[in-house]
């Protein structure tokens, strides 16, 4: 009787529930979210037309956690999505008595390419030794639209040149992405004074040519004489709010970080600071992206001891975050590398959790000088690449050790070759990717791969094997190269500790 019940009733009722599931299925009504069950997991798919806020890759460090959106596959060539209305030209700039406008925010818009500076490159280098304006912008990667050099002549007379698009190569397929606008002095300008008083320069969208808007200039890329620098060289430092005084000498190593956002540590930070210092680096350079009052404190604390440039990184409130790679990490860097280009002989590019660490030799000084010595055709070096070991910031700390770096020892053993950092000869480089270099000034220049043995990027983050596939998370190593700088980084440290605490005690 009851198996008569079940078969008159319960198994028409799920023939039924099963034709409209398949149905609706098929007319797109239940594709909102399906669950798909696979070798006991269960993953949510949504369809790429939701509207529903992407989940956020998150990377849990001693600096904090971190929405990571840039924690993409490196070989992500998809275009992202395409946003359904034309974005808004914004008014960033102020107008000026001849019409044109001034730049006065961290980019400016030129039709619809926002622009966030603007480089004389005279470089000897040079192909034909013809200097050029470089002009780092961020524009849609289907746009056609273009840039345009406009060069006063005087006596109202006007030059235009038509600028060269460069596309730089990890802009991942995003809606937006990083590209380089060069274009060409003119004859005219090279051989007339006004040269001489170039601070400033008018540029145009093609699509507009009427419609001018004037930048400074934001520095030369090569200085004959730094000793005999004067307010009266040929591109004098900027005056742009959010630039720091030039160097006042050609220095050894700079270091540059990329876009810096979240809940960051401050004693992480000192240690990061001061270690790099340790290490050779004369100076770092800052992109603020969204930081804590506490670490602007910080940082603003070291930026009037001179040793760090701090350079405000904010972007058009109407892009999304998804629309460009890593909050525009790429054009950050291109940035850095021709605003030292004439500051430092080498720049080194790493992240808050990076350090390059030699084997045998303390400083990078000694590195580099050891590294010359092994090639006979240093000249056409442009730079050097590093491979990373993964420290694991979740391992049992040791005891023996005071800050947290000093107490990280253990690292895989097998190293990684992808997650490669850069030391650079900038007057050598045309554009610099995150983890190699896209283009040298000259084809017959090279990178040199630097043997681990002699030095390494110590990555203090869980190992990760992602695109490797001959990476190995679980076999580690005890790794002490550290301790060697262990006495040196404690006394900066406490140093550092005494000289800011003020900055923190609360008003009384």
């Not at 030039?246 to 050894?252: F, L």
């Not at 110590?458 to 992602?466: A, D, E, K």
Request: hydrophobic content about 35%; charged content about 20%; glycine content about 4%.
């Amino acid at each position: 009787m009851r198996l008569s019940l079940v078969y008159k009733l319960v198994l028409p009722g799920l023939l039924v529930l099963y034709t409209c599931v398949m149905v609706g299925l098929h007319l797109g009504f239940l594709q909102r979210a399906v669950v798909v069950t696979s070798h006991n997991k269960n993953f949510l798919l949504i369809p790429e037309s939701s509207d529903e806020e992407e989940p956020l890759y998150r990377h849990q460090s001693h600096f904090g956690v971190y929405n990571q959106k840039d924690r993409r596959p490196l070989n992500d060539l998809h275009p992202y999505r395409k946003v359904k209305q034309e974005h808004q030209t914004l008014k960033l700039m102020e107008s000026l008595d001849d019409g044109t406008t001034l730049q006065t925010k961290s980019s400016t818009s030129v039709g619809n390419v926002s622009v966030f500076s603007v480089y004389y490159d005279n470089r000897p280098t040079l192909k034909d030794g013809q200097p050029c304006m470089r002009i780092i912008g961020l524009k849609r990667f289907n746009s056609v639209e273009s840039l345009i050099c406009h060069f006063n002549y005087g006596h109202n007379t006007w030059l235009k040149v038509h600028t060269h698009s460069y596309e730089m190569c990890e802009n991942h397929g995003r809606y937006y992405g990083g590209w380089i606008f060069s274009c060409e002095i003119p004859e005219e300008i090279l051989n007339n004074t006004v040269l001489a008083k170039l601070t400033t320069i008018s540029i145009s969208s093609n699509l507009h040519p009427e419609k001018l808007v004037k930048l400074k200039i934001t520095s030369s890329t090569f200085k004959e004489s730094v000793e005999k620098s004067t307010s009266s060289d040929i591109i004098p430092s900027s005056e742009h709010s959010n630039l720091e005084p030039k160097i006042s000498q050609k220095q050894k190593f700079g270091l540059c970080l990329p876009p810096i956002f979240g809940d960051i540590s401050l004693s992480l930070l000192i240690q990061f600071i001061e270690f790099s210092k340790i290490l050779g680096a004369s100076h770092l350079t800052f992109y603020i992206y969204d930081i804590t009052d506490a670490v602007e404190k910080l940082l603003t604390f070291y930026k009037e001891k001179g040793e760090v440039t701090l350079v405000d990184w904010r972007l058009s409130p109407q892009i999304n975050e998804r629309e460009i790679w890593y909050h525009g990490q790429l054009l950050a860097i291109q940035d850095c590398l021709y605003r030292h280009m004439a500051d430092f002989e080498y720049l080194l590019f790493v992240d808050l959790d990076e350090f390059l660490l030699p084997v045998h030799n303390y400083s990078w000084s000694d590195m580099v000088h050891s590294l010359r010595n092994f090639e006979t055709d240093s000249p056409n070096v442009a730079g050097f690449s590093f491979k990373s070991a993964f420290f694991d910031p979740k391992q049992v700390p040791d005891p023996s050790q005071q800050l947290t770096f000093l107490q990280l020892l253990q690292r895989n053993k097998v190293l990684s070759s992808v997650r490669t950092k850069l030391m650079v000869a900038p007057q050598k480089i045309f554009e610099l990717g995150i983890h190699h270099v896209s283009k040298t000034i000259h084809k017959d220049m090279r990178i040199l791969e630097v043997d681990p043995g002699i030095a390494k990027i110590h990555h203090y983050r869980p190992c990760i094997i992602n695109y490797e596939p001959d990476m190995k998370c679980y076999s580690e190593e005890r790794d002490e190269t550290i301790l060697k700088y262990a006495t040196h980084l404690v006394e900066n440290y406490q140093v550092i500790i005494r000289e800011t605490l003020d900055l923190f005690v609360p008003d009384r």
